[in-house]
């Protein structure tokens, strides 16, 4: 592999952290270079939130810009077009299918797009999206969204179930171990 | 020897272990913050929330007094609340050897201003390290000690956001312990009098001067200074972030000369390396610091001639700048609206503004979560400077429009902030017999930051029980009579209560009392929800900028409120706005 370029996209509350440190694990634990760059502080107060998962053989900047993502993990729908343009062509989005209105749209000064996801289809990009919370919810937390989409990410990156599963279990706290794997397994068999 | 992959605080926290650090005193401030997290976690160092930097770095000073491996870390701005103490303990240099991290913020993700902390280093004449990843801010952070001690000064070390809150590689080792060193009275170094400055002032030139030395030599041994040569053709000089950035972007087309110290900056290793290359670019963020110390040197560079001073760089703005070239993208075509943070579901500020909305008051705010009810649809706050200026400031503004305008102006400051730097403006007020009106925020936590203790929670850093500072009474003894606490949730109490005080020919201070909604221990009502046949669709609860909140379109194009289970905490808030009733709680709550 040369390198691989993540970006991880959502509404800052949503989990994205965990996410990103989890793939930074096991792409670590596969014996590559690894940087992950994350948004602490004010954003993580519900404002568009992105960090970056780099890994390689060696891998010197911690960000990634237009044009460069392999794959974008998104929490929310209208966050999977506003970052866009970091995939790289070829690329895939991997998409809650989640709306989660941002305050302009709440006091009715700008419109929530229509078929959002459709539209990113449309530009002739990959997207594989899933109600991720109905998905966390069956596994037994709503909370578990990030785990899922982790899930599905795994699946189209080809990773080995069994060394992401070991990643998750070495990571989230013991008594959500259980329904971490069955949010991931449900990701990952979707 | 076990890798670990850490955040560039992480990191330096580790540092801090492995260099035998015993005291470490620090205010919060993102991006530094988990530096002093991080180090909490261990017990082989003391570590504490001080009050401000200020006081943080007096702490550290007195700890290399004491003959301790000290620490304090900041963010940018914290520096120069800190900067004060760092200019004369520059003159006194150190005892134990003592390490300050300072965190610019390049593209302010979380910041009011993008000031270039190297401005500092060079004004208080202290040297200054940056590492560009966590593994450096290991090395660099253990560095800073020896340093510290060899040539006897405090030392800097300089991280930005992208290094702090980046993950990467980092080989850790053991503590060294360090023996407390002897403390023995000197006058001549450590009290700072006209007499002695002039001496320490000549001894620091000097300092400055073998420092400079070091980075042209001893820097590139350990490699703190790194040449790297592939290329005759094009060279850079970096440090920090821009050195990852322009070695991602150019790979072999380049050489490189990077900076792990920024200052003082090396002269020799500079006009060498500028003969070995036929185009030379200084790419740096902020300032053009190295830059103008190259055409000091007479070296020919180019850099602000292609590169902004504004915002955070990254791999494609150096390549585009040296080659010109721009890499292909897709968009979806139609306007993407914002998503800019907002106050949480559940947040107490909402409802103090919410309460105080309706009295169309001049607000001068301060720096925590609640500037962001500055935004639209609370749009509750005129101004917003630094920490503490919001009490200091609401005096000057009344001082200028006289006792009308205070009975129409209030200052809103949270309780960390509040103890960081409000309370003087405060005994301002009250001692230049000001009238104004000061409402604390006190949600027990310093919030935006993430969650941090402070003096009036009563837990350490550590989560220990503690004196808590009794906010009341220390109103009352700075000689304010008129103390009021107020529950945020209770709008028509509050609205009411700070009517009263704005009225009064005194100054008041008014105690906004209901702990962060996101606190572990903050018990919540059950989600809200909208009746829909009640609900006519005015929008009225739309007002109080709430995310649980939105409005739906029906099928015959009218809208309707609805309430997100997911995200409303039960507040009840926007129970108060709606006017038919529609907003209800759920039975059995």
């Known amino acids: 592999m040369n390198s691989i370029n993540i970006l991880i996209v959502g509404v800052g509350g949503q989990g994205t952290l965990l996410a990103s440190k989890l793939m930074g694990k096991i792409f670590i634990d596969s014996g590559l270079d690894v940087k992950v760059s994350e948004v602490h502080g004010m954003s993580q107060r519900g404002g568009s939130v992105v960090t970056y998962v780099r890994a390689g053989e060696k891998v010197f900047s911690p960000v990634i810009d237009l044009g460069e993502a392999d794959m974008m993990i998104s929490f929310e729908a209208l966050e999977s077009a506003r970052w866009l343009p970091y995939l790289k062509k070829g690329g895939v989005v991997i998409s809650n299918t989640a709306q989660i209105d941002p305050m302009p749209v709440i006091m009715g000064n700008a419109e929530y797009p229509e078929n959002v996801l459709d539209r990113i289809s449309e530009k002739g990009v990959k997207v594989v999206s899933a109600d991720a919370l109905s998905l966390a919810e069956q596994a037994g937390s709503a909370k578990a969204v990030n785990i899922v989409l982790l899930g599905i990410a795994a699946k189209q990156l080809g990773f080995d179930k069994e060394e992401c599963l070991n990643a998750i279990r070495a990571t989230v706290p013991q008594k959500t171990i259980e329904t971490n794997e069955k949010a991931f397994e449900l990701g990952y068999n979707l | 020897m076990e890798k670990k992959l850490l955040l560039g605080n992480e990191a330096v926290a580790q540092g801090l272990y492995e260099a ?11 991006p530094s913050t988990e530096i002093t997290e991080a180090v909490s976690k261990y017990n082989e160092i003391y570590s504490e929330w001080a009050p401000n930097e200020k006081v943080a770095m007096e702490v550290a000073i007195g700890a290399s007094f004491g003959g301790a491996r000290s620490f304090c870390a900041m963010k940018h701005v914290g520096l120069n ?4 103490p760092l200019y004369t303990a520059s003159y006194i240099g150190v005892n134990g050897g003592m390490v300050c991290a300072v965190a610019d913020d390049p593209g302010m993700h979380s910041s009011q201003n993008e000031q270039d902390s190297r401005r500092h280093a060079i004004a208080a004449k202290v040297p200054m390290l940056e590492p560009s990843d966590s593994q450096e801010a290991l090395d660099f952070t253990k560095i800073a000690y020896d340093l510290s001690e060899r040539y006897d000064t405090p030392f800097l070390l300089r991280l930005s956001t992208r290094i702090s809150h980046s993950r990467s590689l980092v080989t850790v080792s053991e503590r060294k312990e360090v023996a407390l060193k002897e403390y023995k009275r000197d006058v001549m170094k450590n009290v700072m009098m006209p007499a002695m400055a002039r001496k320490a002032h000549a001894k620091v030139e000097d300092r400055m001067d073998d420092l400079t030395v070091w980075a042209d030599t001893e820097a590139f041994d350990l490699g703190v200074n790194k040449e790297e040569l592939f290329s005759d053709e094009i060279g850079i000089i970096a440090a920090g972030s821009t050195y990852v950035y322009a070695r991602e972007a150019l790979g072999e087309k380049a050489s490189y000369l990077k900076l792990g110290i920024v200052n003082p900056l090396p002269r020799k290793a500079i006009c060498d390396f500028a003969k070995k290359v036929k185009t030379l670019y200084v790419i740096e963020e902020l300032d053009d610091i190295i830059e103008t110390h190259c055409i000091k040197l007479g070296v020919k560079v180019i850099g602000r001639e292609v590169f902004s001073p504004l915002g955070e760089y990254n791999q494609s703005i150096i390549e585009k700048a040296i080659f010109g070239t721009k890499k292909e993208s897709v968009a979806v075509e139609c306007d993407i609206p914002a ?4 106050l949480c579901p559940g947040c107490p500020h909402r409802g103090l503004y919410y309460a105080l909305k309706s009295l169309n008051l001049y607000v001068s705010g301060d720096i925590g979560c609640y500037t962001l009810g500055a935004q639209a649809p609370l749009s509750m706050m005129d101004t917003c400077v630094c920490m503490g200026a919001s009490v200091s400031a609401l005096h000057g503004y009344n001082t200028a429009r006289g006792s009308e305008a205070a009975k ?14 409000g309370i003087t403006g405060l005994i301002d007020i009250v001692y230049n017999k000001g009238i104004s ?17 402070n003096p009036l929670n009563g837990k350490t850093i550590k989560g220990d029980p503690t004196t808590a500072v009794d906010l009341e009474a220390l109103a009352k003894a700075i000689g304010i009579t008129n103390v009021r606490v107020v529950d945020p949730f209770d709008i028509k109490t509050t609205k009411a209560v700070v009517e009263e005080e704005l009225a009064k020919e005194e100054p008041s201070l008014v105690i906004s009392r209901r702990p962060c909604a996101l606190l ?10 909208v009746e829909e046949s009640k609900c006519v669709g005015c929008k009225a609860c739309l007002k109080v900028g709430c995310p649980a909140i939105s409005q739906k379109k029906l099928e015959n194009s009218k809208t309707r409120a609805v309430i997100d289970a997911n995200q409303c905490l039960g507040c009840g808030v926007c129970v108060e706005t709606c006017r038919l009733g529609a907003i209800k709680t759920p039975e059995n709550n």
Do not use: C, E, W
């Open chain 2, 20 to 30: 035998g650090v015993s005291v470490v005193s620090s205010y919060p401030g993102t």
């Open chain 2, 81 to 84: 609340v800190a900067a004060d």
């Open chain 2, 408 to 421: 129409k102006s209030i200052a809103v400051i949270g309780d960390s902030t509040f103890i960081h730097s």
């Open chain 2, 437 to 453: 009106t000061v409402i604390v925020l006190d949600n027990s936590i310093t919030g935006m930051t993430g969650h941090q203790n």
């Open chain 2, 520 to 529: 572990k221990n903050v018990k919540h009502n059950k989600a809200l929800y």
């Open chain 2, 339 to 342: 998503r800019p943070p907002v």
